[in-house]
């Protein structure tokens, strides 16, 4: 892959954690991503995945290395990316659509512009209707929704996604997981996604990361071919079930040390 087109760059990517003992979360992880994939990191429970997102979110320093953006280096420095955590974190005081619009809102977009903007997205999406309710009158899937929609609205060109379908029941994961592919493939934004799930991150990505157990390293990259628009039958295909097993594979070699920060 060429660096000199990458949209995100991790470059030697360390990170020691101190306390009543060192820890080392991270050694030596580098990657380059070009603008408008969908690439998924995924690995045992304590390998970094969460530190990398952390550290691409500004949230964290890393001990060693740095992140680039268009080829700036941005280590540090927060809001170039939109993250989205697995708890969709809407405000229960806030109505669906101004929940949406809690991003842009940040961004200093005012309010009546901000709603009539993201108004036709909630309808677009699955949200039409709902735009006035509350959170705590919503499905955990449409909760979902609402959380992803704020922050792609957020208008940044880089989304983080950590694991934001593992705690929905088995259906409507599935419906999210297409859901999102047609929003990606509506606004073309870079996304990064973190998943436990092998079939979920073969199905969503054009390119796969394999981390290695901490101290978190980067074990194996790999483009997944399966033809776009992807639709479900694919996951019964013979070459849907060859990525699968090549993933089971790098992940079975190593068993993950015992409790570490993901």
Known sequence: METLSAKVE??????IFFGEREVVALESVS?????????SLIGPSGCGKS????ILAGLQRP???AVFIDGENVTGHIGVVGYML????LLPWRTVLDNIILGMEIRGVPVREARARSLPYLYKYGLGGFENQYPATLSG???QRAALLRTLLYDCEIILLDEPFGALDAQTRVRMQEWLLQIWADFRKTIIFVTH???EAVYLSDEIYVMSPRPGRLKEHFEVTLERPRPRRIVNSAAFAAYREHCLELLSHDAPEESAAA
Not at 10 to 15: A, Y
Not at 51 to 54: A, D, K, S, V, W
């Open 10 to 15: 991790l470059r030697g990517l360390s990170q």
């Open 86 to 89: 697995q708890k969709d974190l």
């Open 31 to 39: 990657l380059a991503i070009p603008a408008g994939r969908f690439v």
């Open 51 to 54: 530190t990398i997102f952390n």
């Open 63 to 65: 001990t060693k290395g």
């Open 141 to 143: 899937g449409m909760r």
């Open 197 to 199: 799930d092998v079939d």
